[in-house]
């Protein structure tokens, strides 16, 4: 066991799991923040052509490669391989602070009636915490009783279904974006883009004025009522993304849903 993790008693120790693809420049990082609290390491890696699965291997991560099956069903992969009960999923752009290390070696996780952990996530674009706009307190259970629960079966923002839940009093940081350049590239592609597919496959439809209202709610929503105007730039930034995020995917969806060569021309078994 490398001395760096200090679980305190066999009933106690917990398995880090990350999924990855191309996270060369996070997973050190990552796994070093899991190894302070954490016994065993997993990354599930789906088809990295960078050095991320060597560099997990060096820092003493086991290396499971499974093609991308979506986020719930990836982030259950880990926790089916995991030797120890308790599990902590962490995404590779996220780190335990100093308190969320602190807040997790307190944890008598033996005899805790709860099954899952809560975190509050701080949200960065490039090195901002952005405070406001939703993005926080964000909480995300990630520490949870594999043998209770699990990550729902989701292939977009799963999150853990615990019955018995507690928030801790603790902090993940989340590096989610360099900067406000790649905000609104992955708003108005992929994101959007994954979501429109989704919703078409599920039957949701549009008509000409979903797009707008979907969007201007989004504005309202992140800037107004969640305070984003009280991060300045950044909080405009991100509730002009959300915006353009939820018009761009009803927007393609009444794409999908009236233009038969754009339909055509996209492969819904491929919505990753």
Known sequence: MNPDRASTSTSNKITGCVITLNEAHNIEDCLRSLAQVCDELIVVDSGSSDATCELARNMGASVIDQPYLGDGPQKNVGPAQATHRWVLSLDADERLTDGAVTAIH?????????????????????????????????????????????????????????????????????????????????????FSNRAAKIMYQKGKRANAFTPFLHGSNAFMRKFVFQAGFRDGVDGFSVALSASVNAYLKYAKLLEFQRDAKVREAEDFNKVW
Not at 135 to 151: G, S, T
């Open 106 to 190: 307190g944890l008598a996780l033996d005899s805790t009636p709860h099954d899952g952990f809560a975190l509050r996530r701080r949200n960065f674009i490039g090195s901002r915490w952005v405070r406001h706009a939703g993005w926080y307190p964000d909480y995300c259970l990630r520490l949870y009783d594999r043998e209770k629960v699990a990550f729902r079966d989701s292939r977009q923002h799963s999150s853990v279904q615990a019955t018995n839940p507690c928030e801790l009093d603790a902090d993940l940081e989340h590096y989610s974006f360099a900067n406000l350049g790649e905000l609104f590239v992955k708003a108005s592609g992929r």
